[in-house]
Antibody
């Protein structure tokens, strides 16, 4: 069974940092791209960032570029999202998403909630 | 970025009737490898999105054949025949041909 389990969310003040983690099991993590997708309360889905299997190629939404960094550890089967200079508009449920096929976004975690508020 | 525009945003449907959701991209979704990476997701309240359709028309395992996807280039459609109560929720299209991946705004399906 494929499992993606996010952790690291919580309440953080504006301007502070937070690091999200995603533990992956049940599929060949090394071979595929991974992503972070977020959903603000009551809103739609927004792709935040992605990283290819080799980790050398990453992409970011304009809304987080320069503030967020995605990385992966193929030995630990883990995905990370380092978030800096957090803003109120970053408040959302952050999903870890895995591609089982190119562009598939096949597997989703349950999400970890990040709340940015003073 | 490829902007994805869904319509309608709200879709009241009678049980047993069919429903269609349109998704249009601001640019062609034909990838250099010849594929079109256009997915459809369904999200129920309090749940993670679940993929229904990938590469325009390939149905995921376990998805009823009442769900079908079609389209090409920039225009795509998700069709649900014989709507059932379990189909309520929000449907999203998502393109994965270009980075950044982008989603449509979502279409909320409800039962009349």
């Amino acid at each position: 069974e494929v499992q993606l389990v996010e952790s690291g969310g919580g309440l953080v003040q504006p301007g502070r940092s937070l690091r999200l983690s995603c533990a992956i099991s049940g599929f060949i993590f090394n071979d595929h791209a991974m992503h972070w997708v977020r959903q603000a309360p009551g809103k739609g889905l927004e792709w935040v960032s992605g990283i290819f299997w080799h980790g050398n190629n990453t992409g970011y939404a304009d809304s987080v570029k320069g503030r967020f960094t995605t990385s992966r550890d193929n030995v630990k089967n883990s995905l990370y999202l380092q978030m800096h200079s957090l803003r109120a508009e970053d408040t959302a449920l952050y999903y870890c998403v895995g591609d089982n096929v190119p562009g598939g976004a096949d597997y989703w975690g349950q999400g970890t909630l990040v709340t940015v508020s003073s | 970025d490829a902007v994805m525009t869904q319509s309608p945003l709200s879709l009241p449907v009678t049980l047993g009737q069919s429903a269609s959701i349109s998704c249009r991209s601001s640019q062609s979704l034909v990838h250099g490898d010849g594929n079109i990476y256009l997915n459809w997701f369904h999200q129920r309240p309090g749940q993670s999105p679940r993929r229904l359709i990938y590469k325009v028309s390939d149905r995921d395992s376990g998805v009823p054949d009442r769900f079908s996807g079609s389209g090409s280039g920039t225009d795509f459609t998700l069709r649900i025949s014989r709507v059932e109560a379990e189909d309520v929720g929000v449907y999203y299209c998502m393109q994965a041909t270009h980075w950044p991946y982008t989603f449509g705004q979502g279409t909320k399906l409800e039962i009349k």
